[in-house]
């Protein structure tokens, strides 16, 4: 009989907390990130022309179709020059669907995959800034994200790429280097976290300032 | 690093102030003392009681007191299963997530039921909003809720004047008072706090191909009750969980705040802060070597990056370390004390990759769950696995000094002992008979990712993690292969599910029991005043002594294991 009851008490419990802590509690919530984080709470979403193309806190691809297509049938891109680029990614900058890249410190798969991300950045940057070398490329450059769609890049990796922005758009350094540091997010209250350089705003910003030809 | 190590320091002086004020808040609640929230949550909380029909006054022994956190925590393990395995039928699920494997929600509701939030899910592409909120969320608070409970229960029974009454105190008022007193204000007041910086809290679904969802509001209680399971896959190293440097020290304070405060809550208490101030030293000493070995390992890159010629020095305008795994905003600082401080606590969220680690800085994390959950713990484990490491120091000294040990004006005698021993091996004996079974036969390796060492790691950790109801992964580790969103013709590894399951509900309850049976045991005893031989627990040299047993206990069970994983990638730039 008191075994009855004390379970009867649990049952009950739980199904009282249900309703305040899982159900009130977070749509209370809601309401008030609703009414006055309007904005931030559904995704600090970005709108071009009234159509929204992403959220300044996630970072997405800005790539060219080859018009190729590997073996599992996916379509094989390449970085658009015209753009700043985001540290690579593991889920291809999925908003999505995000996973963590698990590759181990002694990795022999991952000494490829960083071998191969290390070339292709030199590659891509190399024709507008002959003196990089592999020591000068910032390790944020070639190493993916924790999340996958990290919305920023190093400072020092945005200057490598500010040369290839000035020469593909026809800007000066200065005026790219300026763009830089206004979309850069800098530590909070200057102490707290990195300073990072969103890419996404950036991009937009450049597209603002001069019109890819 | 000059910059790094100030923002370590920001972060622990943040916690030092305020774990007198919360800590006697906690105090205050728990000892049935008015507090300034009454006017507002009085009515809640006797209304709550009204509905439970049961007298909070009326005291309990502590088989009564045990008997309600199995029977709540049962009742709260069927209703998870259930709400689990009834997707379809949620309201608030936009995308139509199906229910996934029954293993997976084996696992899963044991996950959030004991407070381990180890998941082999993938929340933004298997789980509803409506499981989201009033099924995990709600163990968030009301797991979190029952460790805080059993430690004060502890700590009553350690109070107590030589008693023959039931004086434990009353479960279902420790667990009330714990959600409504501490958890939701403070959750309250954190979401706000995460919104203002870009978490967000929407009930819509998807917009251009972005995953979203109420957030905010869980974010925060997964910190706070030292939960740890994210909405989103990556956890806390997603954006809109955790966006900015600020969001990420809220939530690493967050995670540690009620651990560190619990032990002034014990001092204020037992009638002595020392006391409380000589739990949080030892426990800080330990945490501060993890701090600073991790970030100093991660400041250096990997064998793999070296080979491949990346340069990981520091460079202007880069943090240079290692990287991988880890994002901008954060660096290497901010990533390497997350990883600390959510392992010695048992909250297990994270904000790097711990499976993409240096080796000696993968070690850390190993470590610190070898400590048992005592160096700060889960909230409320925390503080009650720390005490019985108090009672096994305590013994250990009287051992060396000859006398009968005693606590606090208490004996500790052959029952306690015998109970605090298995109290304190029933977590590593789960982590290593789990582990054994799962690399001695075929069946732990499907789940496996990485070969060579880095392999034997992720399912060492698998289950070290499980069993002290940690939580965080080395996320190459698997327990459910899931080909595309929704769940359909998902299929879960029912090996790895259900050792899961079984370990975490045992490697909880079971302590709480002992616990318990500690504190009734006891709450039964004479208080005799403290003569000159009297081994004093709130000195430097006790403070020592308790760190010295923690580390030995924790070495002596784990070092062999540990050699073979991260250690011995940490010694060789060997690629496997």
Known sequence: ?213 | MVQGFVQIAIFCALVVAVVPFLGSYMARVFSGDRTFLDPVVGPLERGTYRLLRIDPTRGQDWKAYARGVIFFSLAGWLLLFLILRTQTLHPWNPSDFHSGTWDLSFNTTSSFVTNTNWQYYAGETTLSYFSQMAGLAVQNFVSAATGIAVAIALIRGIIARRSTNPVLGNFWQDLIRACFYVLLPISIIGAIVLMSQGVIQTLGGPIADIARGPVASQEVIKELGTNGGGIFNTNSAYPFENPTGLSNLFEMFLILCIPASLTYTYGRMVGSRRQGWALFAAMSVLFIVSVVVVYIAEQHGTPAQHAAGVHTGILDGSTGGNLEGKEQRFGIANSALWTAVTTVTSCGAVNAAFDSLTGIGGMIPFVDLGYGESVFGGVGTGLYTMLLYVLLAVFIGGLMVGRTPEFLGKKVEAREIKLVSLGVLVTPLAVLLATFLATATKYGKPSIFASGPQGFSEQLYAYMSQANNNGSAFAGYTGYYQPTPGNIGAHGITFADLLGGVTMLGARFLPIVLVLAVAGGLATKRVAPAGLGTLRTDTPTFVGLLGGTVVLIGALTFFPAILLGPVVQGLTDRLF
């Open chain 1, 1 to 213: 009989m008191k075994l009855t009851k004390e379970l009867g008490t649990a049952a009950i419990a739980i199904l009282v907390l249900t309703v305040i802590l899982g159900l009130a509690y977070p749509l209370v919530m809601t309401g008030i990130g609703q009414v006055a984080f309007p904005n931030k709470a559904n995704g600090s979403q970005i709108k071009v022309d009234g159509k929204v193309v992403g959220s300044k806190l996630l970072a997405q691809a800005f790539v060219i179709d080859t018009g190729k297509k590997d073996a599992d049938g996916n379509a094989i891109t390449r970085p658009d020059p015209k753009y700043f680029q985001p540290r690579p990614s593991q889920t291809d900058y999925s908003a999505t669907s995000s996973t963590f890249s698990n590759r181990g410190p002694n990795s022999a798969v991952g000494r490829f995959f960083f071998r191969d991300a290390l070339a292709s950045y030199l590659d891509l940057e190399r024709k507008y800034d002959p003196s990089l070398t592999a020591a000068k490329v910032p390790v944020d450059a070639v190493t993916t994200s924790a999340s996958g769609v990290d919305p920023h890049i190093s400072k020092a990796n945005a200057r490598i790429q500010a040369h290839r922005i000035a020469a593909v758009r026809g800007l000066p350094m200065d005026r790219v280097d300026k763009l830089i540091d206004q979309h850069t997010d800098g530590r909070f209250a200057g102490v707290l976290g990195e300073p990072g350089v969103n890419v996404l705003e950036l991009n937009l910003a450049l597209d603002k300032e001069a019109p890819a030809r």
